[in-house]
């Protein structure tokens, strides 16, 4: 089942590069914030915002009927605001004060600054409760929007995630989509070193969730996981995204010393680089 076509995938492909290419201009110039997930997770963005996943209107951010984007770990808000940015929701050129003193982009997200964001999230662990609690609220308004929300895997080491786990299988919450980037990285290192959550998939489903698997960078699988979640009727779902943090900057890719560093002048002139040979290549399939 693939249920987007190829020309829909090459310009998915082309909204993602142009989004890693925003990620690592806004972290040059703030010179801190967290490369490696808000790179690995562009591909999720872009085909939850341009691939016809989630209802939304960037000329009416507050539309009652929209569904709701969660992400809990907050710390990769660049990818939340690029993506947010080329969806028509703020100004390109406002990226780059990612991080300034007054900017509404701050280094992690605040609910009332920007429009499309739906909560204020950076300590970790908790989104995925306040989710819950969000389509548990749907559920009783008898509202038709879904919940989306993107939790690491670094959050699974905090007690609250699990609290939710059980809640939202409690009440069934058919209405919610947990998208785990599943990166096997965190702060201090390799998640199966920090601490080994080995099969999140096994553990979801003994906790009554519908669980899927899927490569976070293939674009028809997305969609399908996100299609097959809505038809889920009597359980929350899980999709679990193997993701590759700082995918696509080669000397980033998969290394936790990359969770919380910003290119410097010289890594993002090396990274737009190969960013922009990737995007010739897309091009190239697009004629
Ligand atoms: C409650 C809480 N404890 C600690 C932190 C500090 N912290 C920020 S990111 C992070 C690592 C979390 O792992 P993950 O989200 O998997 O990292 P990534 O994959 O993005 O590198 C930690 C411990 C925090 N933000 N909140
Ligand atoms: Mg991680």
Not at 44 to 61: E, K, M, S, W
């Amino acid at each position: 089942m693939e249920s987007i076509t190829e020309k829909k995938q090459i310009e998915l492909a082309d909204m993602a590069t142009l989004i890693r290419e925003d990620i690592v201009k806004m972290l040059v110039e703030a010179g801190s914030g967290h490369s490696a997930g808000s790179l690995g997770m562009a591909d999720i963005f872009a085909t939850l915002y341009f691939g016809d996943v989630l209802r939304h209107d960037p000329q009416n951010p507050l539309w009652e009927e929209r569904d709701r984007l969660v992400l809990s770990n907050g710390h990769i808000c660049p990818v939340l605001y690029a993506t947010l940015a080329r969806a028509g929701y703020l100004p390109l050129d406002e990226l780059t004060t990612l991080r300034d003193f007054r900017s509404r982009l701050q280094g992690h997200p605040h609910r009332e600054n920007l429009p499309g964001v739906e909560t204020t999230s950076g300590p970790l662990g908790s989104g995925l409760s306040q989710a819950s609690g969000m389509a548990y609220a749907a559920r009783l308004d008898g509202a038709k929007w879904r919940v989306y929300c993107l939790l690491s895997d670094g959050e699974h080491d905090e007690g609250n995630t699990w609290e939710a786990v059980m809640f939202a299988a409690k009440y069934k919450l058919n209405n919610l989509t947990a998208i785990i980037d599943r990166n096997n990285i965190q702060i201090d290192g390799y998640t199966e070193d920090v601490m080994p959550l080995n099969s999140l998939a096994t553990k979801y489903e003994a906790f009554n969730w519908h669980v899927i698997e899927i490569d976070g960078h293939d674009y028809g699988a997305i969609k399908d996981a996100c299609d097959e979640a809505s038809s889920v009727a009597d359980r929350p779902t899980v999709i679990v995204a193997r993701t590759i943090p700082g995918k696509d900057i080669e000397y980033m890719e998969n290394l936790p010393e990359w969770h919380g560093k910003s290119p410097n002048v010289g890594e993002a002139i090396e990274a737009l680089r190969e960013l922009r040979t990737l995007q010739g290549k897309i091009e190239a399939e697009y004629d």
